[in-house]
């Protein structure tokens, strides 16, 4: 195999005039505010970071380039990745594909759902392997590095990834309790390896990392100027696409270029970057916070071309978010009258006869709750999500279908009930292999007993 190209870095431009020196003429343009331009920086770099670090800290225990395949269902204990689901099984893989390409191969999967899906290091979605879209039939996949041309394997389809670091997330349904052995089984299955030789002009790898010490992927902030260093260290390891060349031109004045380390830059930019980073965060958190009242849909995620804010939200609430047509998700803090949500009120979520989330037969769909950081809580029942697949659930007599959300026990009993912290928390509903991705749950109400 050979490669057809370089992916050129982002180049350094200094913007005249945007640390000092004279004043514009009335005839040029104003320079651009430091910190605004740092603030875009923060929110531009706010998901590969998240992602970078994710990586660092679960490659302490995964090699890359290596399929780990969960035993378990997530629980309370699963805190390296916000908003787990308990639906699936997950296997993940760290690809670095300065090795060379990746075969991922997988058995005959018969009726059972299963996705690989496949992140850049901006966390955008390049491909999906599964169910939906190549089918049930045993089958195997090529993973390349940008650039890279050659013949694969008889019968392998070929999928190029744009970055030369990337994220496999790899969902296996679980029906059941009892069917957790046979999922397992079909999953210790898939297999990966590497089958081609080294790039020899491939980029610098991503910085090694400090087991132990690397910083928290829900912390950005917490970093300071820093944050930006990191995030250099992602634009030298993967040349961003042609369409991000404006902002990255815009926040090369302040040092942000491929490889450089800004927080050691000039008094000037680093005071900029530092409040930068203030503002940029606030911009998250608020976009983050926004909506209105009742469900929040994320109908770009996985694909957020040049919406930075966007991508930032979703690496915030949902690290690893899928295409729409995989699995559509709705997520909520408030009730219908805009209050956030609390367990000690208490919720009913009615679904009339014929409203339940509409997925494709072969989906399904989950109401998941999470703490205000987006992990579970403990619960006595450990019972982290309600959906199609909870044994016992009870229909009303028109066919409609009331879950119960709150800390108390409801009146009704347990068989509809999703136990709930005393304080604030989330809601998340996922459809997997939906039919219509704009569908919009029913609001939580206060529970009718009080």
């Given at each position: 195999?050979?490669?057809?190209g370089?992916?050129?870095?982002?180049?350094?431009?200094?913007?005249a005039?945007?640390?000092?020196?004279?004043?514009?003429?009335?005839?040029?343009?104003s320079?651009?505010?430091?910190?605004?331009?740092?603030?875009?920086?923060?929110?531009?770099?706010?998901?590969?970071?998240?992602?970078?670090?994710?990586?660092?800290?679960?490659?302490?225990?995964?090699?890359?380039?290596?399929?780990?395949s969960?035993?378990?269902?997530?629980?309370?204990?699963?805190?390296?990745?916000?908003?787990?689901?308990?639906?699936?099984?997950?296997?993940?893989?760290?690809?670095d594909?300065?090795?060379?390409p990746?075969?991922?191969?997988?058995?005959?999967?018969g009726?059972?759902?299963?996705?690989?899906?496949?992140?850049?290091?901006?966390?955008?979605?390049?491909?999906?392997?599964?169910?939906?879209?190549?089918?049930?039939?045993?089958?195997?996949?090529l993973?390349?590095?940008?650039?890279?041309?050659?013949?694969?394997?008889?019968?392998?389809?070929?999928?190029?990834?744009?970055?030369?670091?990337?994220?496999?997330?790899?969902?296996?349904?679980?029906?059941?309790?009892?069917?957790?052995?046979?999922?397992?089984?079909?999953?210790?299955?898939?297999e990966?390896?590497?089958?081609?030789?080294?790039?020899?002009?491939?980029?610098?790898?991503?910085?090694?990392?400090?087991?132990?010490?690397?910083p928290?992927?829900?912390?950005?902030?917490?970093?300071?100027?820093?944050?930006?260093?990191e995030?250099?260290?992602?634009?030298?390891?993967?040349?961003?696409?042609?369409?991000?060349?404006?902002l990255?031109?815009?926040?090369?004045?302040?040092?942000?270029?491929?490889?450089?380390?800004p927080?050691?830059?000039?008094?000037?930019?680093?005071?900029?970057?530092?409040?930068?980073?203030?503002?940029?965060?606030?911009r998250?958190?608020?976009?983050?916070q926004?909506?209105?009242?009742?469900?929040?849909?994320?109908?770009?995620?996985?694909?957020?071309?040049?919406?930075?804010?966007?991508?930032?939200?979703?690496?915030?609430?949902?690290?690893?978010?899928?295409?729409?047509?995989?699995?559509?998700?709705?997520?909520?803090?408030?009730?219908?009258?805009?209050?956030?949500?609390?367990g000690?009120r208490?919720?009913?979520?009615?679904?009339?006869?014929?409203?339940?989330?509409?997925?494709?037969?072969?989906?399904?769909?989950?109401?998941?709750?999470?703490?205000?950081?987006?992990?579970?809580?403990?619960?006595?029942?450990?019972?982290?999500?309600?959906?199609?697949?909870?044994?016992?659930?009870?229909?009303n007599?028109?066919?409609?279908?009331?879950?119960?959300?709150?800390?108390a026990e409801?009146g009704?009993?347990?068989?509809?009930?999703?136990p709930a912290?005393?304080?604030?928390?989330?809601?998340?509903?996922?459809?997997?292999?939906?039919?219509a991705?704009?569908?919009?749950?029913?609001?939580?109400?206060?529970?009718?007993?009080?």
């Open positions: 195999m050979r490669r057809r370089v992916l050129l870095a982002a180049p350094v431009l200094l913007v005039g945007l640390l000092g020196g004279c004043a514009p003429s009335a005839s040029e343009p320079a651009p505010d430091p910190v605004d331009v740092a603030a875009d920086g923060y929110v531009y770099g706010a998901a590969p970071v998240t992602l970078a670090r994710t990586r660092a800290n679960m490659t302490c225990l995964l090699p890359v380039n290596q399929l780990y969960q035993a378990q269902l997530s629980g309370p204990d699963s805190r390296t990745v916000v908003a787990p689901n308990v639906d699936t099984l997950y296997s993940i893989a760290w690809l594909l300065r090795a060379g990746v075969l991922l191969s997988h058995p005959d999967m009726e059972r759902y299963f996705g690989f899906q496949f992140l850049d290091i901006y966390t955008n979605v390049f491909a999906n392997v599964g169910t939906r879209e190549t089918g049930a039939a045993a089958g195997a996949r993973i390349v590095p940008p650039g890279f041309s050659g013949p694969p394997p008889p019968g392998v389809a070929v999928i190029e990834s744009p970055t030369w670091d990337a994220w496999m997330i790899g969902r296996t349904l679980v029906e059941s309790d009892a069917d957790l052995p046979a999922a397992r089984e079909v999953q210790q299955r898939y990966m390896r590497v089958v081609g030789p080294p790039v020899s002009d491939a980029p610098p790898p991503l910085p090694p990392t400090d087991c132990g010490n690397n928290a992927p829900q912390a950005l902030a917490a970093s300071g100027p820093e944050f930006f260093d995030l250099s260290a992602v634009l030298a390891s993967n040349p961003p696409p042609p369409a991000d060349r404006p990255l031109d815009r926040i090369a004045a302040l040092g942000v270029t491929p490889g450089g380390t927080s050691a830059g000039e008094l000037a930019a680093v005071t900029a970057l530092e409040s930068g980073m203030t503002l940029g965060e606030s998250i958190e608020a976009a983050t926004t909506g209105g009242a009742g469900w929040r849909t994320l109908p770009d995620a996985g694909r957020y071309g040049v919406d930075y804010l966007q991508r930032a939200v979703v690496a915030r609430i949902g690290l690893g978010a899928n295409v729409p047509e995989e699995s559509a998700y709705s997520v909520t803090r408030t009730d219908a009258d805009g209050e956030p949500l609390r000690d208490g919720y009913r979520l009615h679904f009339p006869a014929g409203g339940l989330p509409p997925v494709d037969p072969r989906g399904f769909w989950s109401v998941t709750l999470y703490g205000p950081d987006m992990f579970f809580v403990p619960n006595a029942l450990q019972r982290y999500a309600i959906g199609d697949r909870t044994p016992g659930l009870v229909r007599p028109d066919g409609s279908l009331d879950l119960w959300i709150g800390a409801p009704a009993g347990r068989s509809n009930w999703l912290p005393a304080g604030e928390f989330v809601l998340m509903l996922r459809s997997y292999l939906p039919t991705p704009s569908w919009t749950p029913p609001d939580p109400e206060p529970r009718p007993e009080g």
